[in-house]
C-alpha cells in the first residue's frame, strides 16, 4: 500500500459512540473553522452547518429526522451536524460541501474524534424542524464523538463495527 497520512489511515466511522462524551467548544469550533478552509468553487462556500449537542433542541430536532435504525446508535453522538448546501447549482454545491465535510472529518480524526454520516434522513422534515430558508439544502448529517463500546450494539451492528475494514483495491476504482 502507499504511504497515506496517518488522518487518512486511521479514520473510520464508528457506531458506537461514547454516550457520556461531549465536545468541548473548541472542537465544535475547530471542526467547523476545518470546514470553513475546505475548497470551493469560485470561492462561493455554499456549505450551510446546524450543530445540535446532546440533548439540546437542535440536536433532538436532528435526531428525529434520522430513520429509527440509524437513531439507535446516533442518539449516543456528542454532536450532530447537518451539512447544506446553496446557490444555483446545486450539483456544483453539493460537491463543495462534500469537500467541507471531508475537512470537517478529517479534522475531527486529528482531535481524536469521529464522524459518521447519514445522507438517509428526511430532508424536507429537517428542513421545517430547523426553520432553513427554502434556498437551503440539507444533504448529510454527520454524528461526531468519541468511540463508545462497541458490544453495546445490537449484533448486527456490531459485528460491522468490531469486522476488518475493507477498501477496494485502486485498481478497482481507475475508469481506464
Not at 462561493?44 to 430536532?61: I, L, N, S
Not at 430513520?67 to 456544483?92: I, K, M, N, Y
Not at 438517509?120 to 463500546?149: H, I, K, N
Request: hydrophobic residues 45%; negative net charge.
Amino acid at each position: 500500500m502507499a504511504d497515506l497520512t496517518p488522518l487518512l489511515a486511521y479514520r473510520w466511522s464508528p457506531w458506537a459512540f461514547d454516550p457520556s462524551a461531549e465536545l468541548t467548544p473548541d472542537e465544535a469550533a475547530s471542526l467547523l473553522e476545518a470546514a470553513r478552509w475546505a475548497p470551493s468553487a469560485e470561492n462561493r462556500q455554499p456549505w450551510r452547518f446546524a450543530v445540535g449537542h446532546r440533548e439540546d433542541e437542535t440536536w433532538k430536532r436532528i435526531l428525529i429526522s434520522l430513520p429509527g435504525s440509524d437513531q439507535g446508535w446516533a442518539r449516543h453522538a456528542a454532536t450532530l451536524v447537518v451539512g447544506a448546501h446553496t446557490g444555483g447549482d446545486a450539483e456544483r454545491a453539493a460537491y463543495d460541501l462534500g469537500q467541507a465535510i471531508a475537512h470537517l472529518t478529517l479534522q475531527a480524526t486529528a482531535l481524536g474524534l469521529h464522524v459518521r454520516q447519514l445522507t438517509r434522513f428526511d430532508q424536507a422534515s429537517l428542513a421545517t424542524e430547523l426553520d432553513l430558508p427554502g434556498d437551503v439544502r440539507p444533504l448529510v448529517v454527520a454524528a461526531v464523538g468519541r468511540l463508545g463500546d462497541p458490544f453495546a450494539l445490537p449484533p448486527d451492528l456490531r459485528a460491522r463495527e468490531i469486522g476488518l475494514r475493507r477498501r477496494r483495491p485502486v485498481a478497482d476504482l481507475l475508469l481506464a
